[in-house]
């Protein structure tokens, strides 16, 4: 079976490598020529934690290769995964351009009859609308099936979620494309959810926009209990250990960022509005997740009677550990509000730095360590809870910092080290030491 994955960035890459890893011929195709070099020389153009090793392995073994050529790519596939991007549009809606410019390459270039399959996160319908594209320019002797594939790997562990998902889920309309599909996948030895194309679509939605509200949930709990009284921590774990709940999903913080839960849920929302239907929770979630963002900020600003001047440190830039993803971290709004009230800001991030670098210049200043991060600075913030950040020492605040000031969006040390260290603490959902 010939099998072309459609799009590398993370999920047609990560799939790709992981299908090719237990043994399938897969052909990666992306139209930038600069990808497929990097690719084609074993390195890979995304932050993901053995994926390099996994990339070049499976090229040696000549059952991975990359191209830009689309009639290499389609020619006598049989399988061809869509991992195109749906990028969102300004008013929240995904952008389907890069689906359905795929869908008709994919009608002008295949040589036999195929089964295509969407892993792309799309709206309930896409999946149809693609079969139509594909159809209306199909020559008459070719057949195509439509199967929808969501993803729901995360970044900086794509490729064990890869090999170890919770489930493998396959909607189609067509049972025996269904089950083709399920070969495929047959040595990872995972549970198969099969259902209908509209349902597929609904479960990555409904997968992601839950996975938020729980956030969402556990930072207005924290926020609460900010103001009654009680820990966080403690609460999350009372609360995770009732099976029906679960503990994941219950870190309370500064909030979500990354390029799929803000973007599949405003592209839910807009999909129930577009129906007419006022996904009340949903919009919640959004709004909670915003304020999330700016608590700390606006902690700072209440204990400073003026940022202007003032030296902070920023620790942690990427929207969680693992990756050099940035967007919408909640750093770079923090960055943003800093820059308004004209504070002096030196940030450090073990790998995130390159990318804030292109957006923010020499607005801020980029240290080499935490440690020279925070020398000198009067409050520090912690966003991102890599290793490195969560194991420095509170002696080495202490020690390197003007005031010993920090806000913790992560809860990376415990209350009774910051009281031991003498360290004004404010985290989230927990009472402040000061
Ligand atoms: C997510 C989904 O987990 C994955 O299934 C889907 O396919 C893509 O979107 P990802 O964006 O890589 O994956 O990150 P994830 O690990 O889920 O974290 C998302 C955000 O939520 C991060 O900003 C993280 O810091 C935050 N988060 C997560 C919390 O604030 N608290 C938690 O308890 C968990």
Redo the contacts with the bound molecule.
């Keep these: 079976m010939k099998i072309t994955i459609t799009g590398t960035g993370y999920v047609g890459l990560v799939t790709g490598v992981c299908l090719s890893d237990v043994g399938h011929q897969i052909t990666c195709y992306d139209i930038d020529q600069e990808k497929i070099d990097l690719l084609n020389s074993g390195q890979s153009p995304i932050y993901e934690p053995g994926l390099d090793e996994l990339i070049q392995k499976n090229i040696q073994k000549g059952r991975l290769q990359f191209t830009s050529n689309v009639k290499e790519a389609y020619s006598g596939a049989d399988c061809i995964f869509i991992a195109v991007g749906t990028p969102p549009n300004e008013d929240g809606s995904a952008n389907l351009t890069y689906i359905e410019n795929a869908a008709i390459e994919i009608a002008e270039h295949m040589t036999k009859d195929c089964i295509v399959v969407t892993k792309s996160t799309v709206p309930v319908g896409t999946n149809e609308h693609i079969g139509m594209i594909i159809q209306e320019r199909l020559p008459v002797n070719l057949k195509v099936r439509i199967v929808s594939n969501p ?6 562990s794509a490729i064990h ?1 890869t090999f170890h998902g919770d489930r493998i889920v396959i909607g189609s309309d067509n049972q025996e494309a269904g089950k083709r599909i399920e070969e495929i996948y047959s040595p990872f030895k995972l549970p198969v959810v099969h259902t209908d194309l509209r349902s597929a679509e609904m479960i990555k939605y409904a ?2 926009s839950f ?2 509200l ?2 969402s949930f ?1 930072n207005e709990i924290a926020n609460l209990c900010e103001k009654v009284g009680g820990n966080i921590e403690q609460v999350a774990r009372g609360v995770g250990l009732d099976k029906r709940i679960g503990n ?14 803000p973007k599949d849920i405003n592209a839910l929302n807009h999909l129930a509005n577009e129906y007419d239907y006022d996904f009340k929770i949903l919009k919640s979630v959004i709004d909670v997740n915003r304020l999330q963002k700016e608590r700390l900020f606006h902690k700072a600003k209440e204990i400073f009677e003026s940022l202007a001047g003032r030296k902070i440190t920023i620790l942690g830039l990427t ?2 550990p693992n ?1 050099d993803d940035i967007r919408d ?1 909640a750093s770079l709004k923090l960055i943003q509000d800093l820059l308004l009230e004209d504070a002096v800001i030196t940030v450090y991030d073990p790998v995130g730095m390159s990318k804030v670098e292109k957006l923010f210049g020499d607005k801020i200043q980029y240290a080499a360590s935490a440690e020279d991060a925070l020398a000198g600075s009067e409050a520090a913030f912690i966003l991102t809870e890599w290793g490195e950040i969560k194991t420095l020492s509170l002696e080495t605040f202490k020690s390197y910092m003007e005031k010993p000031i920090l806000f913790d969006g992560r809860n990376c040390f415990t209350l009774e080290d910051a009281e031991k260290h003498g360290i004004h603490y404010y985290s989230i959902g927990r009472k402040p030491i000061v």
């Design positions: 993803e729901f790997l995360r970044e900086g979620d997968s992601n996975l938020a729980k956030i556990i994941k999903f219950l870190q309370a913080g500064i909030g979500f960022g990354g390029s799929c839960f929207f969680k990756t971290a």
